[in-house]
């Protein structure tokens, strides 16, 4: 009898830490589906762009902590100092890209440009004034959801790869044929998924900063913003891919490197806060190509490189666009 009683209460305690782990779960993936959710939508209102941090009674400091805050689609806030034309680029829904295209006096080619997450074409003028000034054409681009072109959602890179196969397509039915492309953190990324994707065939790639898996993206951005890493990486992960239609588990630019054949340059600082050791290694090594460089820049976080440091930076590039 006594040891039905034990058996009972045994059977009670189980349950009751297995009905609290339940719970803990469904809360996990509900706010998990809300994060995932604020991640990839963005919001041109003033009232979120004017938003203030968490205030207010610990209800709603809690509610919000717990789905995650609106984004602000960014703003061009810096216009190119030379003559540049605008031009629109239409997706495959409708939805129109603005692009900045800028000649060079006998220029030696075209070097398409791609800004990060949450940014646009503005903020890669710098990068774009100097290719300018080594003598190429250049391009850039404002992503889905970013600047002046159209959408409010961005898929963090998966579907974006049709944004460089626009502008690829674009520059070379002008007749380039030494087409080099260039792109920063997500603008990275989504040039190693298009050639991957679409098989593109540019002369040579600058990839500066690219973070590998999207959930090592999000466990950084987790970890930056106060929330343990995992499980936070995982489930906001999965309900990424989810919510955007994709396996954001396979969403890896190790993968898409693969089948890169061109000369590669990737670029990264030690100090960068998103973007791992590990994970820029593991993109190298799983780069195809036999003429890759790997270039390290002390004390550089996740921002443009060139700022840091544009003596590295236009010596290391220029020696990269010169070597045939």
């Not at 990264?268 to 290694?281: C, R």
Request: with cysteine.
């Amino acid at each position: 009898m006594k040891d039905k009683k034990i058996s009972k209460k045994t059977l009670r305690i189980f349950k009751w830490i297995g009905n609290v782990l339940l719970v803990q779960l469904i809360l996990i993936n509900i706010s998990a589906a809300f994060h995932a959710y604020r991640f990839t939508h963005y919001y041109s209102d003033d009232k979120v762009r004017n938003q203030q941090p968490s205030q207010g009674k610990l209800f709603l400091r809690t509610w919000r902590m717990m789905t995650g805050k609106k984004l602000a689609k960014s703003l061009i806030q810096y216009y190119p100092t030379i003559p540049y034309d605008t031009v629109l680029l239409t997706m495959g829904n409708g939805k129109k890209l603005e692009a900045w295209y800028m000649k060079a006096d006998s220029a030696k080619g075209t070097v398409i440009l791609f800004h990060g997450l949450g940014s646009n074409k503005g903020n890669v003028l710098g990068e774009a004034l100097e290719f300018n000034s080594f003598g190429y054409n250049t391009m850039l681009i404002d992503m889905r959801a970013h600047g002046n072109s159209e959408g409010m959602v961005s898929s963090l890179g998966y579907d974006e790869s049709e944004e460089v196969k626009l502008a690829y397509d674009h520059v070379s039915k002008k007749g380039e044929k030494n087409i080099v492309l260039w792109g920063m953190s997500l603008g990275a990324v989504i040039i190693s998924k298009a050639i991957w994707q679409y098989d593109l065939k540019p002369q040579k790639i600058i990839l500066e900063m690219p973070f590998d898996r999207l959930q090592d993206h999000i466990r950084a951005r987790a970890r930056i913003s106060g929330f343990p890493g995992e499980p936070f990486g995982f489930f906001v992960t999965f309900w990424t891919g989810l919510e955007q239609g994709y396996w954001g588990y396979g969403h890896r630019t190790s993968r898409y490197v693969k089948n890169i054949n061109c000369p590669v340059l990737l670029q990264w600082g030690n100090s960068d806060e998103y973007v791992m050791k590990e994970e820029t290694e593991r993109i190298f090594a799983s780069i195809k190509s036999s003429k890759k460089k790997l270039e390290i820049y002390d004390g550089a976080g996740h921002g443009p490189l060139i700022s840091g440091n544009q003596l590295k930076w236009d010596a290391t590039v220029t020696g990269f666009l010169n070597d045939n």
